[in-house]
């Protein structure tokens, strides 16, 4: 059964920083991966996705990669903002069963940038 | 811009209480999806549809059910709602079952 990993689950870091949020999952036959921001008691937006046959993507300050052999992905965020505050999720899709279609979710980094 | 919109953002409802959430898509899109949200379990699936009147059962199924007559509006049934179906609930779309999926602004039910 596919399991999703976010680490750490919580992160502070100052304004301006450069970070990086790790995302892992056990089972490489994903069909692709989705990463999200979630602010308090609110829904998800997307912010990328990668298809399992691309190594990255781009989108104004940040940018997902993807290592399917060896179940990683990361978000790089450049120059971070107080506004970037928020908690970041990743999720997959399988490339099989019966459920597909269905993201499976980690459990998300709260991420709070200092002023 | 894809735009899914849920009936409620919050809801109080009673035990043994019937209740409908609404979820409505304005990009034609072919699925649509229920999840819910609890605090150390994350995001799980209920159901979701592919087509109208088509539904299949995700993870966590029990205790509701699901109807879908048009293609733009998907609704999630808790029969007699339950204390522990109080939670966060999140309606999503894409247009085809393995593509991005777009959330609504999400469903915060408590059951007293």
């Known amino acids: 059964k596919q399991e999703v990993t976010q680490i750490p689950a919580a992160l502070s870091v100052p304004e301006g920083e450069n970070l990086v949020l790790n995302c892992s999952f056990t089972?490489?036959?994903?069909?692709?991966l989705q990463w999200f921001r979630q602010d308090p008691g609110k829904g998800l937006t997307s912010l990328l996705l990668?298809?399992?046959?691309?190594r990255e993507q781009t989108s104004g300050r940040l940018n997902a990669s993807l290592d399917k052999s060896s179940g990683r992905s990361t978000l790089y965020i450049a120059a971070s903002q107080p506004g970037d505050s928020a908690t970041y999720l990743c999720?997959?899709?399988?490339?099989?069963?019966?459920?597909?279609?269905?993201?499976?979710f980690g459990k998300g980094t709260k991420l709070s940038v200092k002023p | 811009d894809v735009k899914v919109t849920q009936s409620s953002r919050y809801l109080v409802k009673r035990t043994g209480e019937k209740v409908f959430l609404e979820c409505v898509q304005d990009?034609?899109?072919?699925?649509m999806f229920w999840y819910r949200q609890d605090p150390g379990l994350g995001l799980r699936l209920i159901y979701f549809s592919y087509d109208v009147k088509m539904k299949e059962k995700g993870d966590i199924p029990e205790g509701y059910s699901v109807s879908r007559e048009k293609k733009e509006r998907f609704s999630l049934i808790l029969e007699s709602a339950s204390t522990n179906q109080t939670s966060m609930y999140l309606c999503?779309?894409?247009?085809?079952?393995?593509?991005?999926?777009?959330f609504g602004p999400g469903t915060r039910l408590t059951v007293l």
């Open positions: 089972d490489s036959a994903i069909y692709n």
């Open positions: 990668i298809q399992s046959s691309q």
């Open positions: 999720a997959v899709v399988m490339n099989y069963g019966g459920s597909q279609g269905n993201l499976i």
């Open positions: 990009m034609d899109h072919e699925n």
């Open positions: 999503a779309s894409s247009f085809w079952e393995v593509d991005e999926q777009f």
